[in-house]
């Protein structure tokens, strides 16, 4: 194995790592799950309906994860799931009155944090970053696949 690009995958992994802590960090000042941090962003910022099943996909979590941190949230009194008119079983996760509160005075400063620090970069490495990530997990998702069916894993 090449050992420049073995050092440049520890390098990528040990950034991600790197940026997972900052979020444990910030969710753990914050009061909340480090998991709940990718729900609590969608909810606070984006303006759109969720159900659970948008946020296993968008989020690459498990069903059981992303269950989880909404019973979570609802227990707590920051969420209510409400069924989607014309749907089976389909429901869209919502802040409660207390959500929006505890959201946008405990939580909402990390976004805010990621915010500023992406005004920092240039819109052209952000687009660089976010390609190269793109491209090595569509890459190594096929590798990965590849080795699996052929060493019979599955």
Not at 22 to 33: S, W
Not at 95 to 119: C, D, S
Not at 123 to 132: A, K
Not at 146 to 151: D, F, S
Request: proline share 1%; with cysteine; hydrophobic share 35%.
């Amino acid at each position: 194995m090449d050992s420049y690009i073995r050092q440049k995958i520890d390098e990528i992994n040990q950034k991600i790592k790197e940026l997972n802590s900052l979020y444990h960090m910030a969710a753990g000042e914050a009061g909340i799950g480090s998991g709940e941090i990718s729900i609590w962003s969608f909810l606070l910022n984006s303006g759109k309906e969720y159900s659970q099943q948008d946020f296993c996909e968008m989020l690459s979590l498990s069903k059981q994860t992303v269950n989880s941190i909404i019973s979570v949230l609802t227990k707590k009194g920051y969420i209510y799931l409400e069924h989607v008119p014309g749907t089976r079983n389909k429901k869209v996760v919502r802040l409660t009155e207390e959500g929006v509160r505890y959201g946008n005075t405990h939580v909402k400063w990390i976004f805010e944090a990621e915010q500023r620090a992406m005004e920092e970069t240039e819109l052209q490495e952000i687009s660089v970053c976010i390609t190269m990530l793109e491209k090595y997990i569509l890459c190594l998702r096929k590798e990965l696949n590849a080795t699996i069916e052929r060493k019979g894993y599955k």
